[in-house]
């Protein structure tokens, strides 16, 4: 997997190449904006299948760059860089289409998780048939599942769960782990968010008439299934 860093902090850059280096993960990156634009309009670049971003760099273009990167690399797949910590600064990055978000200073262990994490999405999401996922489809294109050509209208953690729980049928995962893979936190989230977000995507998919359902056990976790005949 080649990961394209985009980072206007040369001292990050750097601690950041060292670290890709010494996992000998392959990468390139820019500091500069304006001559990775250069690149990036003259197609000098080739297909990355991800792209770390920070908030500096997205911030210093008056155009949207997730969305240049997405039309113009449709499959790359785009973690964001918050340079301040809290939500807020999370989600504006989350709001400009990136699919996963960490906040600086980052702890590079995380980092690695989440691009295994990002990788797995890679799939596309033609590649699910109805064989393998049942009639429930993952749209990565509109961030939405579709029932029976119907769209379940999902908002943004609802999707994330569907995405998880559709591309790894019947694994398991624990609480934890989907409030630090969706929610980007494993400390207790307020009125049992994953639980009532979970229970509105199966009440989704149950009006839709999915042929899945999510399953759960007490103190084990939570997974994707066909339903009993």
Known sequence: MHTLLLEKDIVFL???ESFFSAENLTFSSYSDPIIFLDE???QNINDPDLVIISQNFLMSQKKNLCVQIKTKWPSTKIIGLADLPGAKHRIALLEKGMDDCLTK???F???LLRLRIVSLRKVNS???SEDSTGNLILDE???DCIVLNQRLKLNHHEYLLAEIFVKHPKKVFSR?????LVWNTNMELESNSVESTISSLRKKMKLAGATHEIKSRRKIGYWLDI???
């Open 14 to 16: 750097k601690i950041v």
């Open 40 to 42: 990036f309009s003259n």
């Open 105 to 107: 200073p980052i702890d």
């Open 109 to 111: 262990s995380e980092l």
């Open 126 to 128: 033609t590649e699910y």
């Open 141 to 143: 294109n509109i961030k």
């Open 176 to 180: 934890f782990t989907l409030m630090d």
């Open 227 to 229: 339903k009993s005949i």
